[in-house]
């Protein structure tokens, strides 16, 4: 039996639930998900604030120098200079924080 993330909002009384779906490659290409066969419930506010009760937030620094909004990329000449390449690299300055450990609920061993 197959249950839909319209139907474990509806059991949970939640308006939203998310599935992880984050899978990491080993040495042999094998896939495997990174939650395992756990689930966490946790809250977040659609409203999000400095002040709310989420679990947790990601926090951008807008700020950093030579970025837009935390974003920044960079354009470099590729050694050698033979190679008559540019590359470009693209930053991301941020942090994800647990900022309410009272709302969230783990459920280890949730799939079979």
């Given at each position: 039996?197959?249950?839909?993330?319209?139907d474990?909002a509806?059991?949970?009384?939640?308006?939203?639930?998310?599935?992880?779906?984050?899978?990491?490659?080993?040495a042999?290409d094998a896939?495997?998900?990174?939650?395992?066969?756990?689930?966490?419930?946790a809250?977040?506010?659609?409203?999000?604030s400095?002040?709310d009760?989420?679990?947790g937030?990601?926090f951008?620094?807008?700020?950093?120098?030579?970025?837009?909004?935390?974003?920044g990329t960079?354009i470099?000449?590729?050694?050698?200079?033979?190679?008559?390449?540019?590359e470009?690299a693209?930053h991301f300055?941020?942090?994800?924080k647990?900022?309410?450990?009272?709302?969230?609920?783990?459920?280890?061993?949730?799939?079979?």
């Amino acid at each position: 039996m197959s249950v839909s993330e319209e139907d474990l909002a509806a059991i949970f009384e939640v308006e939203e639930v998310v599935v992880a779906s984050a899978a990491k490659l080993d040495a042999a290409d094998a896939a495997s998900f990174i939650w395992g066969k756990h689930a966490v419930l946790a809250y977040v506010n659609p409203a999000a604030s400095f002040a709310d009760m989420s679990f947790g937030k990601l926090f951008v620094w807008s700020g950093a120098p030579g970025t837009v909004g935390g974003f920044g990329t960079e354009i470099g000449r590729v050694s050698p200079p033979s190679a008559k390449a540019d590359e470009v690299a693209q930053h991301f300055y941020y942090d994800i924080k647990v900022t309410s450990n009272i709302s969230a609920y783990l459920i280890q061993d949730a799939v079979a």
